[in-house]
Nanobody, 131 residues
Framework: QVQLVESGGGLVQAGDSRRLSCAAS????????MGWFRQSPGKEREFVAG????????AYADSVKGRFTIYRVNADNTVYVQMNSLKPEDTAIYYC????????????????????????WGQGTQVTVSS
Protein backbone atom coordinates (compact mmCIF):
# COMPACT_ATOMS: atom_id res chain seq x y z
CA GLN A 1 0.00 0.00 0.00
CA VAL A 2 1.35 3.39 -1.00
CA GLN A 3 1.02 6.28 1.40
CA LEU A 4 1.50 9.89 0.41
CA VAL A 5 2.00 12.71 2.88
CA GLU A 6 2.03 16.32 1.75
CA SER A 7 3.63 19.18 3.65
CA GLY A 8 4.65 22.77 3.14
CA GLY A 9 1.33 24.51 2.91
CA GLY A 10 0.54 27.72 4.72
CA LEU A 11 -0.43 31.35 4.40
CA VAL A 12 1.59 33.47 1.99
CA GLN A 13 1.23 36.80 0.29
CA ALA A 14 0.69 37.35 -3.40
CA GLY A 15 4.02 37.24 -5.22
CA ASP A 16 5.62 34.95 -2.65
CA SER A 17 7.05 31.51 -3.27
CA ARG A 18 6.31 28.23 -1.56
CA ARG A 19 7.52 24.69 -1.96
CA LEU A 20 5.26 21.74 -1.29
CA SER A 21 6.60 18.28 -0.59
CA CYS A 22 5.02 14.87 -0.93
CA ALA A 23 6.74 11.98 0.78
CA ALA A 24 5.84 8.51 -0.46
CA SER A 25 6.14 5.21 1.34
CA UNK A 26 5.32 1.68 0.22
CA UNK A 27 5.61 0.37 -3.31
CA UNK A 28 8.23 1.38 -5.84
CA UNK A 29 8.31 5.15 -5.98
CA UNK A 30 10.56 5.48 -9.01
CA UNK A 31 8.17 3.50 -11.21
CA UNK A 32 5.17 5.67 -10.47
CA UNK A 33 4.16 8.84 -12.19
CA MET A 34 3.28 11.58 -9.74
CA GLY A 35 0.88 14.45 -9.93
CA TRP A 36 -0.18 17.52 -8.01
CA PHE A 37 -3.79 18.58 -8.00
CA ARG A 38 -5.63 21.33 -6.17
CA GLN A 39 -9.17 21.97 -5.08
CA SER A 40 -10.79 25.13 -3.81
CA PRO A 41 -14.27 25.41 -2.26
CA GLY A 42 -17.05 24.83 -4.73
CA LYS A 43 -14.72 23.75 -7.50
CA GLU A 44 -13.67 20.43 -8.92
CA ARG A 45 -10.24 19.04 -8.26
CA GLU A 46 -7.93 20.30 -10.98
CA PHE A 47 -4.61 19.15 -12.32
CA VAL A 48 -1.60 21.30 -11.51
CA ALA A 49 1.49 19.39 -12.61
CA GLY A 50 2.75 15.89 -13.28
CA UNK A 51 6.06 14.10 -13.65
CA UNK A 52 7.05 10.61 -14.68
CA UNK A 53 10.76 10.52 -13.94
CA UNK A 54 13.76 12.62 -13.05
CA UNK A 55 14.70 13.45 -16.62
CA UNK A 56 12.43 16.42 -17.09
CA UNK A 57 9.33 14.77 -18.49
CA UNK A 58 6.77 17.03 -16.90
CA ALA A 59 3.35 18.44 -17.65
CA TYR A 60 1.66 21.57 -16.34
CA ALA A 61 -1.71 23.20 -16.32
CA ASP A 62 -1.72 26.40 -18.35
CA SER A 63 -2.63 28.37 -15.23
CA VAL A 64 0.66 27.53 -13.52
CA LYS A 65 3.02 27.10 -16.46
CA GLY A 66 6.09 29.28 -16.00
CA ARG A 67 5.39 29.79 -12.28
CA PHE A 68 5.35 26.25 -10.86
CA THR A 69 8.00 23.58 -11.21
CA ILE A 70 7.50 19.93 -10.34
CA TYR A 71 10.46 17.71 -9.65
CA ARG A 72 11.22 14.50 -7.84
CA VAL A 73 14.06 12.98 -5.88
CA ASN A 74 13.68 9.24 -6.19
CA ALA A 75 16.38 8.55 -3.62
CA ASP A 76 14.20 10.33 -1.05
CA ASN A 77 10.86 9.03 -2.37
CA THR A 78 9.70 12.61 -2.57
CA VAL A 79 8.08 14.79 -5.18
CA TYR A 80 8.03 18.56 -4.90
CA VAL A 81 6.27 21.47 -6.48
CA GLN A 82 8.02 24.81 -6.32
CA MET A 83 5.43 27.56 -6.59
CA ASN A 84 6.60 31.06 -7.50
CA SER A 85 4.74 34.30 -8.09
CA LEU A 86 1.76 33.02 -6.18
CA LYS A 87 -1.61 34.57 -6.82
CA PRO A 88 -4.77 34.65 -4.70
CA GLU A 89 -6.39 32.32 -7.24
CA ASP A 90 -3.79 29.70 -6.34
CA THR A 91 -5.48 29.36 -2.96
CA ALA A 92 -6.58 25.75 -2.57
CA ILE A 93 -5.93 22.45 -0.90
CA TYR A 94 -3.07 20.84 -2.78
CA TYR A 95 -3.03 17.08 -3.19
CA CYS A 96 -0.30 14.73 -4.25
CA UNK A 97 -1.20 11.63 -6.26
CA UNK A 98 0.55 8.57 -7.64
CA UNK A 99 -0.19 6.28 -10.53
CA UNK A 100 1.33 3.26 -12.18
CA UNK A 101 -1.16 3.51 -15.06
CA UNK A 102 1.20 4.92 -17.64
CA UNK A 103 3.46 3.54 -20.36
CA UNK A 104 5.15 6.44 -22.10
CA UNK A 105 5.34 10.15 -21.46
CA UNK A 106 2.98 10.75 -24.36
CA UNK A 107 0.52 8.36 -22.73
CA UNK A 108 0.96 10.06 -19.36
CA UNK A 109 0.27 13.46 -20.86
CA UNK A 110 -3.09 12.16 -22.07
CA UNK A 111 -4.13 10.82 -18.70
CA UNK A 112 -2.31 13.08 -16.25
CA UNK A 113 -5.06 15.66 -15.90
CA UNK A 114 -7.73 13.15 -14.89
CA UNK A 115 -8.03 12.42 -11.16
CA UNK A 116 -9.35 8.96 -11.97
CA UNK A 117 -5.99 8.07 -13.52
CA UNK A 118 -4.32 8.01 -10.11
CA UNK A 119 -4.26 5.11 -7.67
CA UNK A 120 -3.19 6.85 -4.49
CA TRP A 121 -3.78 10.24 -2.93
CA GLY A 122 -2.44 12.19 -0.01
CA GLN A 123 -4.56 14.01 2.53
CA GLY A 124 -3.78 17.44 1.12
CA THR A 125 -2.12 20.60 2.38
CA GLN A 126 -3.76 24.01 2.42
CA VAL A 127 -2.16 26.92 0.59
CA THR A 128 -3.71 30.33 1.13
CA VAL A 129 -2.48 33.31 -0.86
CA SER A 130 -3.53 36.70 0.45
CA SER A 131 -3.72 39.74 -1.80
Amino acid sequence: QVQLVESGGGLVQAGDSRRLSCAASGGTFSSRAMGWFRQSPGKEREFVAGIIDSTGNTAYADSVKGRFTIYRVNADNTVYVQMNSLKPEDTAIYYCAATSNWTTFENFRLIATQPGSYDYWGQGTQVTVSS
